[in-house]
């Protein structure tokens, strides 16, 4: 859990890195940004990198929280599961949208040893859909002959949702959900006709 | 059309930009990278933004002319035309991995004005597969509800081919181009069964 503080420093060089870039971003513009001193802030992050590690990481708790939140409102059919992992995808993307730009852009900012401890959280979220999609398959659920370009596919296209998405515009969250749950079932349950089959 | 000295300093900076990210790259590294004296890389493009653009921009037409190579091949069925632009995305990630890292990274990096003539490029470029799927949605033979969202997970599913394609794996180009584009099809052509109206 992170301190209130922690959470200003976090919120602060969030703010930065996603306007400025990580290797424009200043730690001393993070600092008055927080409303500390430099040295208040080096007192609880080392360096600029270490800063963005937490970032990155804080970014992740996030997303896992939502996407377990929506999986414990199901029961363990598959259909249902890739319905609320996409919900809890797509909630990421339009309420979080700045955890979801760290993590799309400033990842490979990231150092040896940080990347290491990023990867292996990032590993264990990902096992998340990849069970899903298994227990679907072995099920008969999902008729795919490609449950690994499913998986990435739909990982793809929920975080794409950033993109375009604006909190402002037509389209409200549960819809997009709604939507993006039938594409990615399309994907994952295709027929004669719907692509797989397809060979014109 | 570039002349080769012009195609000398587009592959350094790429190459610098790439490794450090456009913020932390130094145009010094740049023109000793290209050989030459920072005074010639100043003659031909009058910064490092000047510089980022020119790139970005041979990054699409690199990008337009594969796929445009692609459709070339085919009649026009939607269906083949899917094929072949999804097949033209998959070289495109494939064989010239660092442009599009550049498009998905650095785009952002963009100061106002380059970023419009750079967004002017990519709106023609984006037209080609609406086009495709308004024609398929027409002709009844793509039957998705949602062919705005199709045409922007398509796009990100390919793009994401990036993040795990090895060139030293086991996965062709090719075979990854049919998988996709049945993935595609899949998207465009659902059934009762395949998602859409699956609401259990």
Sequence with gaps: MLSPKQRVFIEAGRKEFVRNGYGSSSIRT??????????????????KQDLLLAIL???VDTYDAVCNAELARVGDDPVEQIRAFV???VIFRTQFPEQGRMIATEVRNLEPEG???????????????????????AQGV?????????RRSILAMVSAIANWYDPAGPDDPDEIAERYADLSLALLCPTITGGEGDRR
Tied chains: 1, 2.
């Design 30 to 47: 993070i600092a008055q940004e927080a409303g500390v001193s430099l040295s208040a802030l080096y007192y609880h992050y080392k360096n």
């Design 142 to 150: 999902f008729t795919t002959k490609y449950p690994d370009d499913c």
């Design 115 to 137: 990347a290491r401890l990023y990867e292996e959280r990032r590993r264990a979220g990902r096992r998340r859909i990849r069970d899903i999609i298994d227990r679907g398959v």
């Design 57 to 59: 990481l804080d970014g």
């Design 87 to 89: 919900k809890g995808n």
